[in-house]
């Protein structure tokens, strides 16, 4: 069965780094495009960024762009989100999600979730 297990999370001072990782296994990784999801407590989810399925074209929310960076591995069947400048309002859980279809922006056009990852960021 499809599978993606986000790591790469924890707790980090504001103004640091982070880089998340989401693996991916039982599907064609290569042609589904990937994206980020975040959840802070109390909020709905929302969109962070996404690849295309070659990796040609990232999408970014206005509130990470500029410092976060979405890349992909077809190879290891791996997205990546480098996440610099950290604030303390990007704390949230991070969810790496799938997709076939061509709308990057909605998550419930996403066929597949991984469990998250929690990223703290300490002011």
């Known amino acids: 069965q499809v599978q993606l297990v986000e790591s790469g999370g924890g707790l980090v001072q504001a103004g640091g780094s982070l880089r998340l990782s989401c693996a991916a296994s039982g599907l064609f990784f290569s042609k589904y495009a990937m994206g980020w999801f975040r959840q802070a407590p109390g909020k709905e989810r929302e969109f962070v960024a996404a690849?295309?399925?070659?990796?040609?074209?990232?999408y970014y929310a206005d509130s990470v762009k500029g410092r976060f960076t979405i890349s992909r591995d077809n190879a290891k069947n791996t997205v990546y989100l480098q996440m610099n400048s950290l604030k303390h309002e990007d704390t949230a859980a991070y969810y790496c999600?799938?997709?076939?279809?061509?709308?990057?922006?909605?998550?419930?056009?996403?066929?597949?979730w991984g469990p998250g990852t929690e990223v703290i960021v300490s002011s």
């Open positions: 690849i295309t399925w070659s990796g040609g074209m990232t």
């Open positions: 999600a799938a997709l076939k279809g061509q709308d990057v922006w909605r998550s419930d056009e996403y066929d597949y």
